[in-house]
């Protein structure tokens, strides 16, 4: 009995669907005309079309779009490297000299130093240009400045630590009795003794990661991801000595260039830093931007106009 | 009872309006595709032309800097020259001489240049006559047997354009040099900039 019923509910449910299928619309069931719609090759060739003409638009969008941020970034490198050096020659045409003293070979007033790239160590400073110049009212004031002593110059340092460049400023303390010559400060070994001050890796990392910084400095990070040279000459030298200088007289003029990259150029650049292949060497020279600045001193008749 | 015939359908035969594409407008499509492309194209020529403008821009008037700067250096020499020897005249002659190419000036290190050029080169009016007629060409500021693709290699045109005479001393005492830069070199595809300064013998005691 049971098993009857059974046989016969499902051949009822089974008539159902085939009734079901056979007779209620389906809007999938295509319809038997010969322009019914697309073809399966129109439809390929249609795809294809769009997907050519799509590949080609991101093609050109992308190009410009990397244009765009790499022009953008160029631009913004630019502008670092013009402030950068400005405030350079605007520090150097204030530059003073000490020639009190001749025949001093360890005191000196012009410091000068820029080594090859390939010779600069992780966690080393790089002292590359220490000058002397009337103090700033800007300034910082030691602390802890004795009484009877003035601060009448400041000591600037321009400074490498981790392809990182560095400004310093620290004001001179001279003290009341120290003689003065005209208008020349004897003991000229400022440069030396704040040498030992600026030559600290710490300073130079808190300065980089934004940490607090030494109160009686005025010390900066002026850019990161930097090739700084500095080249110094005098016309009269028969031995000119460009990229090392330690002499009390100022140099005519410096030749400087700054190679300035973003992170991700820094990246690639040094990626490619000791590779000497032709893909590399070409490669090289379009990463980042580079700028390069002749600066005259005032007593060579310099010009911040160009 | 419904039917499939009874029933809308999306693909229902077509009819109308509802018919496939004829050429014309498959033509008229591809028209205006092509001129949409072309824009876009266009567009992203122009922006690598501003680029690559705004960048010899910058390079111009870096090499310019560089050279202005070197003439000054030397001007702080010559106007030495002529106060310590009190001769009349030492000033322009030694201007003279440097426009006479018989001073030679080292060409300043500019980034993207190649290294230790050449000296300055100071056009005479017989090159600049020359010039202008279409048979000399610019200075190259490189090595024309060792060029690098890799580098900038600018021509340029460095020439005295103007001077004054100082009423009291009866000398030349003021010189005006032009700079004409022409960034792309051997292509001449970008037009030439030009750079102006003057120079100066103060003169009398310092």
Redesign the interface.
């Known amino acids: 009995m049971n098993t009857r019923l059974l046989v016969n509910a499902q051949r009822s449910m089974s008539e159902r669907v085939n009734s079901r299928t056979l007779?209620?619309?389906?809007?999938r069931?295509?319809?038997l005309?010969p322009?019914?719609?697309y073809t399966l090759i129109e439809l390929v060739a249609s795809l294809a079309l769009f997907v050519m003409?799509l590949g080609?638009?991101m093609t050109?969008?992308n190009?410009?779009t990397d244009?765009?941020s790499?022009?953008r970034g160029?631009?913004r490198e630019?502008t670092v490297a013009a402030a950068i050096t400005d405030l350079i020659a605007d520090d150097l045409y204030q530059a003073v000299s000490d020639i009190s003293e001749s025949g001093d070979l360890y005191k000196k007033s012009f410091y000068l130093f820029s080594p090859d790239i390939t010779n600069t160590k992780p966690d080393t400073v790089t002292i590359h240009l220490a000058i002397l110049r009337p103090a700033s009212p800007r300034t910082r004031i030691p602390s802890d400045l004795a009484s009877k002593t003035r601060t009448s110059l400041d000591a600037v340092f321009y400074t490498s630590y981790a392809f990182a460049l560095f400004r310093h400023v620290i004001p001179v303390t001279i003290d009341f009795k120290q003689a003065l010559t005209n208008g020349i400060a004897l003991p000229h070994d400022f440069i030396t003794e704040n040498m030992r001050f600026v030559n600290d890796p710490l300073l130079h990392k808190n300065l980089r990661t934004y940490a607090s910084t030494t109160p009686d400095t005025t010390s900066s990070l002026l850019a990161e991801w930097i090739l700084p040279t500095f080249?110094g000459y005098y016309?009269d030298d028969p031995d000119p000595k460009p990229d090392e200088i330690q002499f009390d007289l100022l140099p005519?003029?410096l030749?400087l260039?700054l190679h300035l990259f973003s992170a991700e150029e820094w990246a690639d650049y040094w990626s490619i830093f000791g590779d000497n292949s032709d893909t590399a060497?070409?490669k090289r020279?379009?990463l980042g931007t580079?700028?390069?600045?002749?600066?005259?001193l005032p007593?060579?008749?310099?010009?911040r106009l160009? | 009872?419904?039917?499939?015939?009874?029933?809308p359908?999306?693909?229902?035969?077509?009819s109308g309006r509802n018919?496939?594409f004829t050429l014309i407008e498959t033509a008229l499509a591809m028209l205006a595709?092509g001129l949409g492309?072309l824009a876009?194209?266009g567009?992203?020529r122009l922006?690598?032309q501003a680029?690559k403008e705004?960048?010899h821009d910058?390079r111009c008037?870096?090499m310019?800097?560089?050279v202005?700067?070197?003439l000054?250096?030397y001007?702080?020499?010559f106007?030495d020259e002529a106060r310590t020897n009190g001769v009349p005249d030492t000033w322009g002659n030694l201007w003279e001489d440097v426009a006479l190419n018989n001073i030679q000036i080292i060409f300043?290190?500019?980034?993207?240049m190649s290294e230790k050029v050449q000296v300055l080169h100071f056009w005479q009016k017989d090159e600049n006559d020359l010039y202008e007629k279409g048979q000399y060409p610019p200075t190259p500021a490189f090595q024309s047997d060792n060029i690098s693709l890799?580098?900038w290699n600018p021509r340029y045109i460095l020439y005295v354009s103007d001077a004054d005479t100082s009423p009291v001393a009866q000398a030349i005492n003021v010189l005006q040099f032009t700079l004409m830069i022409f960034p792309d070199g051997d292509t001449y595809s970008s037009e030439a900039r030009i750079?102006q300064?003057t120079l100066t013998n103060p003169g009398g005691l310092p």
């Not at chain 1, 007779?23 to 809007?27: A, H, Q, V, W």
């Open positions: 007779e209620l619309p389906n809007s069931t295509p319809e005309s322009r019914s719609g003409i080609m638009l050109v969008l190009s410009a244009m765009w790499g022009s160029q631009k630019q080249l016309h005519h003029y030749d260039s060497k070409l020279p379009h580079l700028i390069s600045r002749r600066i005259t007593q060579a008749g310099g010009s160009p | 009872m419904r039917t499939i015939s009874s029933l359908s999306p693909l229902r035969p077509l018919r496939a595709i492309l876009v194209f567009l992203g922006g690598l680029s705004t960048d910058q008037a870096m310019a800097d560089a202005f700067e070197t000054r250096e001007n702080a020499r106007v300043p290190e500019i980034a993207y890799s580098e750079f300064t």
